[in-house]
Each structure stands twice: as structure tokens, then as C-alpha cells.
């Protein structure tokens, strides 16, 4: 009798934790700048089908490599925010993770990133018709104190120059294991327009060309720098962290230890809710 009603307990347990699961849905969206479908994966807070609430939005950016669905099937995404705003450290949000990825096996052939590029205008797509088509499809506040921006590698570089170029967006931009400088390093089979317009968006060698303008534009955005200590591309979020410092720039930096990898990121994910979650409070 004692074990049956410890079972019992324990499926109760189970059932409860399972109904206070946020969801990850598969959306396609027809666009007529890009000339295609594309996909993108939303994630819904628990509750959101019966609260009648608007919520926060975070758009979460793939790596090189990946496409819309790699935070949610490699990363354990869903688990971890459920567990992150369960525990109060976050917000509940709806997020955004939309697909960047190039045409061949490995999703880095033609047209991979997040940058325009000749005939392929994705940048253009991100902001003229995903961010109008989701926060009017679903019950996001819709303004710049609740919208944020986060991504890793390929996606921290995409992270950067969305919030660089268009700040008046974004309350908050976290860089994870970011791609700053220009490539050094790559497979044969990645597409040279890639290639090509990650050496001319070295963000490191542009900043210091910045107009006090754009500088002043930029540091209303809180910005959150976060890189293992045995990754490859450290030193890139050293350089740039230390050229925003001395600007005076609201930006924070995390190092820890680990390398360009999964384990890395799905342990930054926590960190990162928490900051825009900060971020979304204070505005």
C-alpha cells in the first residue's frame, strides 16, 4: 500500500511538472522578400493558450551549422526555460528562433547567416517581415523594453549586428561564443558569400570607426558578452568587450570554463533569460 501511494506520489509529481511545460511549435511563413517559405520555432510560456496575457519576446539565433530547430532538438531549450522561469529567475516570454541556415547538408552552402547578401535579403526578412508577422500573430507586447536578442556563434555575430544596426529594437543583446572578427578558418564546403561578408563584418576592426552617433545609439541597448575560456573566438569577445568598456557602455561579460560547444551554451541559455528578464523589468 505505502509503495503504491509512493508511485502514486510520484506520478502526481510528474504530472505537474509536465503541465507546467512551455511548448515548442514549428511555424512556416511565406516571404516575398527572401522569395521563399521559411521556418521559424516558437516557444510558449505555460499558461499562454488560457492567460489572456501579452508577454516578452527573445529572439534566440542558431550557430553556423544549425537551423531553427537546433536550440530546441540540441540544446534542451525547452526544459531549460521551463526550469528557469519556474524557478523565478526569468520571465515567462515567448521566443523566437528563426532559420538562417544555407542550402546544402551541412546548412552552410548558399545563403547561410543572418547578414544581406546578393539576391538574398535576410536581414531585410528579419526585420520588414518575421518581427511584424510574429507580434502580430501572437500576444507579444511588442515594443523595445520587452523585446530582446541573444545567439550563439554564427548567432552572436548575428546578435551584434541586429543590435548595432538597429538598437532602437532591442533592450537587450547577448553575444554568446560570438563570431566578432572575421573568419579565420573555414570548411570547404562553406559558401564563399559567407565567407566573404564574415571578413567584411569584423566588428572588432569596425568599431572604432563608429560616429559618436551610432556609439550613443548603441549603449542604450544593455549588452551581456559570454564566451568559454578554451573557445576560439575569446579573444574576439575580449577585444570587443574591453572597446565597449571604455566607451562607457552598459555591457557585461562572462567567462567560463568551457569551449565552442553544446554543454557550453545550454549553460548559458540560464544566464542569458535572467539578464533580459533584468532588462525587460527595468524599462
Known amino acids: 500500500m505505502k509503495k503504491a501511494l ?3 506520489t510520484i506520478f502526481m509529481c510528474f504530472f505537474i511538472v509536465a503541465q507546467a511545460s512551455g511548448k515548442v511549435k514549428t511555424v512556416s511563413i511565406k516571404s516575398d522578400i527572401l522569395g521563399c517559405t521559411k521556418y521559424y520555432n ?7 493558450k488560457t492567460s489572456g496575457k501579452q508577454y516578452p519576446v527573445l529572439y534566440l539565433l542558431h550557430g553556423l551549422s544549425g537551423t531553427h530547430e537546433t536550440w530546441a532538438q540540441n540544446y534542451d531549450m525547452a526544459r531549460i526555460v521551463n526550469e528557469t522561469i519556474e524557478s523565478g529567475m526569468c520571465h515567462p516570454m515567448i521566443i523566437i528562433m528563426p532559420d538562417a541556415s544555407g ?3 551541412r546548412h552552410c552552402g548558399r545563403h547561410t547567416g543572418y547578414q544581406n547578401q546578393e539576391g538574398w535579403a535576410y536581414e531585410d526578412y528579419f526585420f520588414n517581415e518575421l518581427i511584424p508577422h510574429v507580434e502580430k500573430t501572437y500576444r507579444i507586447i511588442g515594443d ?10 554564427m548567432g552572436g555575430h548575428g546578435t551584434f549586428m541586429y543590435a548595432s544596426h538597429h538598437p532602437e529594437m532591442f533592450s537587450s543583446a547577448c553575444p554568446m561564443s560570438a563570431r566578432l572578427t572575421g573568419v579565420t578558418e573555414v570548411d570547404e564546403d562553406h559558401d564563399q558569400a559567407y565567407i566573404d561578408d564574415m571578413k567584411n ?23 551581456l558578452f559570454d564566451c568559454g575560456d578554451d573557445d576560439k573566438l575569446l579573444d574576439g569577445t575580449l577585444k570587443m568587450y574591453m572597446l565597449m568598456r571604455e566607451q562607457g557602455f552598459n555591457a557585461e561579460l562572462r567567462v567560463r570554463n568551457g569551449g565552442h560547444a553544446q554543454r557550453y551554451w545550454r549553460d548559458s541559455l540560464p544566464l542569458t533569460l535572467t539578464f533580459v528578464s533584468i532588462g525587460f523589468t527595468e524599462h
Open 42 to 48: 516558437v516557444y510558449f510560456p505555460d499558461g499562454y
Open 144 to 153: 523595445r523594453a520587452h523585446r530582446a536578442i541573444a545567439g550563439l556563434s
Open 201 to 223: 563584418n569584423d566588428f572588432v576592426k569596425k568599431f572604432p570607426t563608429y560616429s559618436a552617433e551610432k556609439i550613443k545609439a548603441m549603449k542604450t541597448v544593455r549588452w
Open 6 to 8: 509512493f508511485l502514486t
Open 103 to 105: 542550402e546544402n547538408a
